[in-house]
């Protein structure tokens, strides 16, 4: 952090004293004001509920900018990594910093890919669910049970351990992404293969079975490999958050996973893919495009509660660069699949450009957001609707490992307990029961 020039006064009408306030620069990005001594020189607190104004930490991982619809992943654009590299060497830049060369990578990827098969327990797990489970509600209890497993890399504090927690868990996710897919339509799992790459084996996991060869579509796994790529990471979003706070408290990384599992779940957040592609569903089963109009209409009547979802961004006030390569996809996978005229695919472009020429969408910027196509391309390519939340769990893993890992090596981290606004009851007494 550059300790910027400009200092911010703090000053009460009331008289109480005045306060100077240190601000900091970025590399990139709005500055930010130091408030980390405000309540013990003033005795208030800052009030930010959502945290829209509000940075909770510095970063060097991923940078948004908002308003020009730009994502840098350690400084390289979206656009570039989604075209150049693929998702493994992805993650090895979000871990490290830097983008491999051909040997690191060579050793990245074989110490992943001998990862890949989880303990033969975890099968068990499973068996617990009904068949008709959520994949999240599944993947949110095995990637927690996960913990249980590896009692020789739970210590945050250990350098090693966060490594090979770190490598465990890229490395299985899709190994438990496919096998909550095969529990629920009564398959059985199918283990990696280690000469597949890292997209290519998911795909395998997912629709291979034991009866016949399955050789993965070149084209499908390239487009799940730039999924997976564009859901790696994305700053302090709700998820991301969580798992910092979670493992502020120095518990092990699959529990803090586990806990960015549960909250990417939310609709308003990971859970958006599955109710977009569920939104055109409807829209489809309602008449298609020319229903677009009174959707819309919907959409504006604040007591409808009905959302245009994948549309919408707490940070983009412009296109989500994410959209625009999801869009792309769309065309390579549909076209490869011979469904360029997917009635889905058309009425998602007709959707969008009727949305961005209405003033109500116009005012308040809201624009595509990754979640607006994800779905029409996972579905294309066979993934159930249901699973989208728990692929993006997939992909996002090695972001929220990044950041929590670069929280845990901040030696000024502390355990996060933000503080609140009391609204409610003074101190009062109990009256005995019979007195109420
Ligand atoms: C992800 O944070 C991240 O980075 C998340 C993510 C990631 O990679 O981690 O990018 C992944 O979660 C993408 C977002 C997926 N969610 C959706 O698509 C759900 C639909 N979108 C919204 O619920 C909403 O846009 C949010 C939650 C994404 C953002 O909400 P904000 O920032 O709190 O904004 P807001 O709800 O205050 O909206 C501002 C205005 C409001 O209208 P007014 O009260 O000003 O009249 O826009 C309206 C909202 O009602 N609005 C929408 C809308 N999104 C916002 N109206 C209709 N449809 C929408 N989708």
């Excluded at 990594?81 to 493994?88: E, G, M, R, V």
């Excluded at 996710?173 to 890292?198: E, F, R």
């Excluded at 939104?279 to 009547?301: P, S």
């Excluded at 209405?358 to 595509?368: C, I, S």
């Amino acid at each position: 952090m550059i300790p910027s020039d400009v200092k911010a006064t703090l000053s009460f009408s009331d008289g109480s004293p005045n306060m100077d306030l240190p601000l900091y620069k970025g590399t990139i990005g709005p500055d930010v004001i130091d408030i980390r001594k405000l309540y013990a020189q003033t005795g208030k607190f800052t009030y930010d509920p959502g945290f829209l104004s509000t940075a909770s930490c510095n970063s060097t991982i991923t940078y948004i900018d908002g308003d020009k619809g730009e994502l840098l992943y350690r400084g390289y654009p979206i656009e570039q990594l989604a075209t150049s590299c693929d998702y493994l060497e992805t993650c090895y830049l979000l871990l490290y910093g830097e983008l491999p060369n051909p040997a690191q990578k060579e050793e990245f990827v074989a110490r992943v890919t001998n990862h890949t098969m989880v303990n033969e327990q975890m099968q068990f797990f499973l068996r617990g669910f009904r068949r008709d489970a959520h994949p999240m509600a599944v993947m949110t209890g095995l990637v927690g049970a996960m913990s249980a497993f590896y009692h020789d890399s739970t210590d945050i504090n250990n350098p090693e351990h966060r490594e090979i927690a770190a490598i465990r868990l890229i490395a299985k996710m899709p190994t438990l992404v496919a096998m909550a897919y095969k529990y629920t339509v009564g398959q059985p799992y199918i283990y990696p293969k280690n000469d597949l790459s890292y997209a290519g084996n998911f795909m395998r996991m997912m629709f291979a079975t034991p009866c016949e060869d399955y050789k993965p579509n070149d084209v499908l796994v390239r487009a799940m490999d730039r999924i997976f790529i564009l859901h790696a990471d994305h700053e302090q979003n709700a998820s991301t958050s969580t798992v910092r706070l979670c493992g502020s408290s120095g518990t092990n990384p699959f529990a803090a996973i586990a806990a960015g599992v549960a909250c990417l779940w939310g609709p308003a957040h990971g859970g958006a893919n599955e109710a977009a592609l569920n939104m055109l569903e409807d829209i489809q089963r309602n008449g298609g495009v020319a229903k677009i109009g009174e959707f819309i209409k919907q959409v504006k009547d604040k007591n409808s509660g009905v959302k245009l979802m994948g549309f919408g961004h707490r940070v983009y006030k412009n296109y989500d660069p994410r959209a625009k390569l999801m869009r792309e996809t769309c065309h390579e996978v549909l076209d490869e699949l011979g469904l360029h005229n997917d009635p889905m695919f058309k009425l998602a472009m007709e959707l969008e450009k009727i949305a961005l020429e209405d003033e109500y969408f116009v005012a308040r910027k809201l624009y595509p957001n990754v979640d607006f196509y994800s779905g029409i391309v996972q579905r294309a390519i066979g993934i159930p609707v249901p699973l989208f939340t728990a692929i993006f769990s997939l992909a996002r893993t090695v972001g929220w490992i990044a950041q929590l890992n670069e929280m845990i090596g901040d030696p000024e981290y502390k355990i996060g307990r933000p503080r609140q606004l009391y609204v409610g009851a003074t101190a009062r007494n109990v009256k005995p029961i019979g007195e109420r």
